[in-house]
């Protein structure tokens, strides 16, 4: 019977033991794994010179890049040059039929020559006329006032009637009035409205002139400077309506860059900037540019803001630069003469990075400044000579082994890419 029961409890202690046993496995092994160095890369920490920028594609446009178009409804008789042809300023480049306005413009003329012959002959003949009408009147009505005076003595020594008087009288009357129409007659010839009647005509006449000759010199588009035909848009024979655009003209000028920047790069961006550019048809000839003007409008569509940027000199030989060209642009967006900076992938979340101190990894935090592809500017949280540690699988508190990497990123060499957005359209 004591055996059976020494049996059973043996059967029963079986478990628990094989349960402590393999307690006693995790644990050791913790405390191993806690106590062994694990091999990991490290960086030791340099300041170097960094530099920021920002890679973008964009295209080469006309600073005075403008649609030639017509107010005139008509037929295209003419057009001077191709695509690529310069013009000098002024010079014609579209002529449309302009016979019915021709013979409008001739019928002004003669419609003016006519208004100016009636003002002269106002001036000329009806004005002194009407001044010597005047003069004759105040004759007549001065000597019947006379012959009224004279009538009047006679009737009073008894050589005339009453009747004689009368009539004297009515004729005097009656050359008053002839006085008072002269009167009026030689003020509206020489200063009042038949003069200013004769004068308004003129004006009329005149204006519908100008705008008989306004309407002729648009059938002949010419050039608003000099300028090259980038795109004809027109052929003789079409017919035409106000606001069609007959040709595309870039107009002599300087160059521009134009670019289209993701909005989220829009802090890093200035007006003044340096860039280095590069045409895709000239590959290995750099030129510089700077940031001219940032716009204030975002496009909704694409989240992009339109960058421009100038050319403080023209690009040296072979490069020739024409519209529409495609470039890209390396635009500094920031400059460090001395920085202490880290690889991207020894940044963690805070940020922070893992310091090898007393061979293990301690984090610790940092403050950041400049970003390039492949490194972090660190401006508070670390020494030069320090060494981070650059493997993701590494935590705080590990014992490590450090493993210097022989070659890493230079600081200066990081750009952000990607930043362009292609597919610039045109209006």
């Known amino acids: 019977m004591s055996r059976r029961w020494f049996d059973r409890l043996e059967a029963l202690r079986r478990p628990w033991l094989l349960a402590l046993l393999l307690v006693v496995a995790v644990a050791a092994a913790w405390a191993w794994s806690r106590t062994r160095a694990v091999p990991v890369q490290v960086l030791t920490v340099r300041s170097a010179p960094l530099v920021q920028s920002l890679a973008v594609s964009g295209r080469v446009v006309s600073e005075n890049r403008v649609f030639v178009g017509t107010t005139l409804t008509g037929r295209v008789l003419e057009v001077t040059r191709r695509e690529g042809g310069v013009l000098r300023e002024g010079e014609l480049l579209v002529r449309l039929d302009d016979a019915e306005l021709a013979a409008a413009a001739r019928q002004a003329e003669a419609a003016l020559a006519s208004a100016e012959a009636r003002l002269v002959s106002q001036r000329r003949l009806a004005a002194p006329i009407a001044t010597q009408q005047l003069e004759q009147a105040r004759a007549n009505a001065a000597a019947a006032e006379r012959e009224v005076q004279r009538t009047e003595q006679l009737l009073a020594q008894g050589f005339v009637g009453q009747a004689r008087l009368d009539e004297v009288r009515r004729v005097a009357e ?22 200013m009647q004769a004068e308004t005509r003129v004006a009329e006449a005149r204006a519908a002139l100008a705008l008989a000759r306004a309407r002729l010199a648009q059938t002949r588009i010419a050039a608003p400077g000099e300028a090259t035909v980038l795109a004809r848009l027109v052929e003789p024979g079409q017919i035409v309506q106000p606001g069609t655009r ?5 107009v002599r000028g300087p160059l521009q860059l134009v670019a289209l920047v993701d909005e989220k790069y829009l802090a890093r961006l200035a007006s003044g900037m340096t860039a280095s550019v ?9 030129f510089e540019a700077r940031v001219a003007s940032i716009s204030p409008l975002v496009d909704a569509q694409r989240g992009a803001v339109e960058v421009k940027l100038s050319l403080p000199a023209p690009p040296a030989a072979p490069v020739v630069l024409k519209n529409d060209m495609t470039v890209s642009i390396e635009v500094v967006t920031g400059r460090r003469d001395r920085a202490i900076t880290v690889p991207g992938e020894a940044l963690r979340p805070g940020p922070a990075v893992l310091v090898v101190q007393d061979d293990r990894a301690t984090l610790r935090p940092v403050r950041t400044g400049l970003r390039t592809l492949s490194a972090v500017e660190v401006v508070q949280g670390l020494r030069e000579g320090e060494r981070v540690v650059l493997d993701a699988a590494a935590v705080d508190g590990m014992r490590v082994r450090a493993v210097e990497r022989v070659a890493g990123p230079a600081a200066g060499e990081g750009l952000d890419v990607g930043a362009a957005m292609r597919g ?4």
């Open 174 to 195: 009656v050359a008053q009035a002839a006085l008072r129409a002269a009167q009026v007659q030689q003020e509206a010839n020489v200063s009042g409205s038949e003069l």
């Open 246 to 250: 007959l040709a595309e003209l870039s």
């Open 278 to 286: 590069v045409a895709d048809a000239f590959a290995g000839q750099p």
């Open 424 to 427: 610039l359209g045109r209006d």
